[in-house]
């Protein structure tokens, strides 16, 4: 059974940087897609970033628009954990931040594309 939990979020002030991790356990699949989503009151859940990987391989990482030379992904194969540095943050960065995965080695920006999703971590910019 696969399970995500997200952990390093809390609140930051305006140009501030956090860290989130998402550890996985029971990923069992040696190729697959791991994926930031966010999701601010009253909003939908936005895609934020993804990885791709087979093995110990990464084959591709995107990320929005919104958040592209701001945030960094990365994943510690031998942690089975997927982490996000987001520098500069802005308000428009407090939201809910999900950690979702899927075996296909295959990246997506839409929530139903990914089968695995963690409880998400709070993260709240203020001025």
């Known amino acids: 059974q696969v399970q995500l939990v997200e952990s390093g979020g809390g609140s930051v002030q305006v140009g501030g940087s956090l860290r989130l991790s998402c550890a996985a356990s029971?990923?069992?699949?040696?190729?697959?897609?791991m994926a930031w989503f966010r999701q601010a009151p009253g909003q939908e859940r936005d895609f934020v970033a993804a990885?791709?990987?087979?093995?110990?391989?990464?084959?591709?990482?995107k990320y929005d628009d919104s958040v592209k030379g701001r945030f960094t992904m990365s994943r510690d194969n031998a942690k089975n954990t997927l982490y996000l540095e987001m520098d500069s943050l802005q308000p428009e960065g407090t939201a809910v931040y999900y950690c979702?995965?899927?075996?296909?080695?295959?990246?997506?920006?839409?929530?139903?594309?990914?089968?695995?999703w963690g409880q998400g971590t709070q993260v709240t910019v203020s001025s």
């Open positions: 979702a995965a899927r075996s296909e080695p295959n990246w997506g920006n839409r929530g139903y594309e990914y089968d695995y």
């Open positions: 990885i791709v990987w087979i093995g110990s391989l990464t084959l591709t990482s």
């Open positions: 029971g990923l069992t699949f040696t190729s697959g897609a």
